[in-house]
């Protein structure tokens, strides 16, 4: 039994105070203090098994490629979840239409610029500086100044000794994409031209700045920022672009995206890591040389550098397609018994109730938590003949035992509740919008001890109080996108799921006491609801 009278008493005068309490253990959250009467006199903190399953989402799933403001690259491969293989597919679309490249166009160079998310904590930075570097267009002498950072990984830094290789392919796709606000499922598959590689480069997992400076006057000659640059086949892009000069396919993007529907940046390897970069930072230069004649006159005719851009951003669709391989691995043996996501609104059967609960960004599954009916009929007995007041409700989920290894545990959460035929946010995170309110606490994540506590105060007065109707609460590993301006939550369906890399394992039920599950509950890890209510 806990007090919390005088917590009661202060609430009305310090709302942040219990804003503060809300993240201590045995805490009150913010909706539960505001509704629990200031006059009751000792507090209750129970524990209640509760029906856990694993939901399998089929490996896929339906994204609005719009909705993409990151991508993944890499492979993985791990015992538990199985592999998975990741490319980024995307459109492309010229700078400028019915372009003129002038008279005998031949192409220099074709660069490919990816900016791959990075570290920038000091002690992982390196510089390298060249004293007496020389300029080649026009032999300057100089100083060239190169700083390196590790890209931010996901998956294995190194395999044996070394570290963990990629090589970066490009080929060109060869379906029309359609258009950015159009669906596409994660696993969707491409045809590529596979006859032509447009560019192959080993990956060290570093990007780079390069600053070049004058000796003579410490003016910039190059400052470059922090990326990943590849070169592409010249003769591609030469018969490709260049050669189409005044041909309809350049006459406008309609024409073009039908024309040169996309590439396909993809890794070699099957094993090492995953990578992640905002799209529309992504692009295309293409470096030529022309014939300029004087207009003095002489006549005289000059090779002059030019250059050109095929735009990667945000007009165009793109998104990471996801491959996996699950033979073998611990997950596909879960996934026999797990609850298909067509049948989510009927899920429970006594062969579903899963001891393992696997989580798995990028399509990967998600698990379903379910009151059982003798704990909510239990509660709402307390509060017909008690006049119990729920003041905090929580679902915890801890790490199992099996999940203990190096790769980093997801820092948040998706949380549906499903009712009848409507998939919501839980109505905490609108009442308590503006109150303190957090959807999803960590504990311990960086130790094999993690949990997760998701408070669902509202959910369960609504069900004890009021008799609501409750199916299910479905949980993804993710996060919920923002508007940049306001900080409003954009829709359930807006958020990092199809690219967020992140998986692991929880304690499900107990399956040597199923016939317990929805009772009180002591010391255990399995999958419970925790509350405290407040009795007269």
Known sequence: MIKIKTL?????????????????????????????????SEGYDKAYSLIAYNVDNHDVQKVVTSQYDSVRIGAFNEDVFGGQKVSYITQLRLNTYNPDFGKNPVIDSVVLTLKPRYETATDSVKTNTTEDYVYPDGNVAAKKVVTTYPVRK???????????????????????LGSPADSINTNKTFTLNTDKVLGSQAFNGTVNSVVITKDSDASELLNRAVSFRMKL???????KIIAKQGNQVLKDAASFIRYFRGISISVEQNDGYLFSMAPNDAGITIYYKNDVTATDGTGNVTRTKQETTLNLGSSNVHLSQVIYSRAGSNYGGAMVNAVDI???????????????LYMQGMGGSSIGIKIPQYTSDALKQKYKDDKIGIVSAKIRLYNDESWDNSYKKPSSLLVQEIIKDTVRFLPDMTTLSSAGYTLVKTTNLSTKEAYYDIGITASLKDIIEKNSKHDNFIINVGSYLSNSSTGALLGQTYNDRPYNPFRIVLKGIDENNINNIGHEIQKSKNAQLRIIYTKK
Not at 20 to 27: A, Q, R
Not at 34 to 40: F, H, I, K, M, P
Not at 161 to 176: G, R, S, Y
Not at 233 to 239: H, I, S, V, Y
Request: hydrophobic share 40%; with cysteine.
């Open 154 to 176: 996901y998956g294995k830094y190194k395999i044996g000794k070394d570290v963990a290789p990629l090589t970066i392919k490009v080929h060109e796709v060869m379906d029309f």
């Open 342 to 356: 067509k049948n989510i609104l009927n899920p429970i059967t006594s062969d579903k109730f899963a001891p393992k």
């Open 8 to 40: 009661m008493k202060l609430f009305p005068l310090v709302l942040m105070g219990v804003i503060v309490l809300n993240s201590c253990e045995g805490e009150l959250d913010n909706f539960g203090s505001q509704l629990v009467d200031g006059n009751a």
């Open 233 to 239: 086949d010249n003769a591609f892009f030469q018969d």
